[in-house]
T-cell receptor, first 113, second 116 residues
């Protein structure tokens, strides 16, 4: 069965520091991978997605993610975190040609000034 | 372009009651998906509707049902509410043509349901 694991429940970084959020997936076929962000009281916003091609994907708000098939990972990175990046981040995988998303448990990011 | 709208935003019900939540997708989108978000179980897929037909279903009991109207608006219904149904219910819309691999899903702000 398809699954997504986000090992870090809570991460705290200082503003201006670099960030990496981990995501591992389990999926038999070519995965379609996503990162979403959820701010308090808000719905989910898509940061970036990967289907095929270049394994380094650029997203909005300065985020990028790298797909590594050998490690079954799709880690999210940002070189310099801003206080407004404090939110919960979800990694997800979709089944081919469906809108069904399987989400990880999320990583809560706290940013200190 | 207006985003995904969900009504009501907050709802309080008691055990045994039923509830109906509404979702209006982005204009032109034909697919609406519903998700339940709880602290314990995280984000779980409930079902997806496309052109008034349920196209995909998650692992929820039959108390959870939904429907979609010809204008793509969708409702979900939960009958005989239980305490564990307290959650944030999110709806997402997409064009619905190619699946999540090609169609970006846009999420609404959610309906916060509290069951007492």
């Amino acid at each position: 069965a398809q699954s997504v694991t986000q090992p870090d429940i809570h991460i705290t970084v200082s503003e201006g520091a670099s960030l990496e959020l981990r995501c591992n997936y389990s999926y038999g076929a070519t995965p379609y991978l996503f990162w979403y962000v959820q701010s308090p009281g808000q719905g989910l916003q898509l940061l970036l997605k990967y289907f095929s091609g270049d394994t380094l994907v650029q997203g909005i708000k300065g985020f990028e993610a790298e797909f590594k098939r050998s490690q079954s990972s799709f880690n999210l990175r940002k070189p310099s975190v801003h206080w407004s990046d404090a939110a919960e981040y979800f990694c997800a995988v979709s089944l081919l040609r469906t809108d069904k998303l399987i989400f990880g448990t999320g990583t809560r990011l706290q940013v200190f000034p | 372009k207006a985003g995904v709208t969900q009504t009501p935003r907050y709802l309080i019900k008691t055990r045994g009651q039923q509830v109906t939540l509404s979702c209006s997708p982005i204009s032109g989108h034909r697919s609406v998906s519903w998700y339940q978000q709880t602290p314990g179980q995280g984000l779980q897929f409930l079902f997806e509707y496309f052109s008034e037909t349920q196209r995909n279903k998650g692992n929820f009991p039959g108390r959870f049902s939904g429907r979609q109207f010809s204008n793509s608006r969708s409702e979900m219904n939960v009958s005989t509410l239980e305490l564990g149904d307290s959650a944030l219910y999110l709806c997402a819309s997409s064009p619905g043509v190619g699946g999540a691999s090609t169609d970006t899903q846009y999420f609404g702000p959610g309906t916060r349901l509290t069951v007492l």
